[in-house]
């Protein structure tokens, strides 16, 4: 039976620069990654429930306001609301639901 080589220090060298590169990439893409998260580019304002598995939804998405109609197999875009609400979402809702208009 053959002894193996020696390992030499410039090859354990290489190994721990190997390694340390390693744990510096993976400790820099969670960060990146961290901080994708920590941005919210999507938000919920308020959802208003319509009926079995039916809902009105207002998001802010990348600083645009829009108002989407939700059901169990499909979303659809109903319009572009402005950038400041004038009054609350359900006063909105209600008034333009009415029959005496």
Known sequence: MVDPAPITGSAMMA???????????????????AA?????SIAI????????????VVVTVEGRRLLLGLT????SLVTE???????????V??????SDR
């Open 72 to 75: 169990s197999t499909q979303v």
């Open 81 to 91: 609301l402005a950038a400041a609400p004038p009054k609350s979402f359900e006063s």
């Open 36 to 40: 994708r998260r920590g941005a919210k």
């Open 15 to 33: 190994v721990l620069i190997t390694l340390a590169l390693m744990a510096a990439a993976a400790w820099f893409l969670r960060q990146t990654a």
């Open 93 to 98: 809702l209600d008034e333009s639901t009415r």
């Open 45 to 56: 304002e308020t959802a208003v429930p319509l009926g079995e598995r039916r809902s009105l």
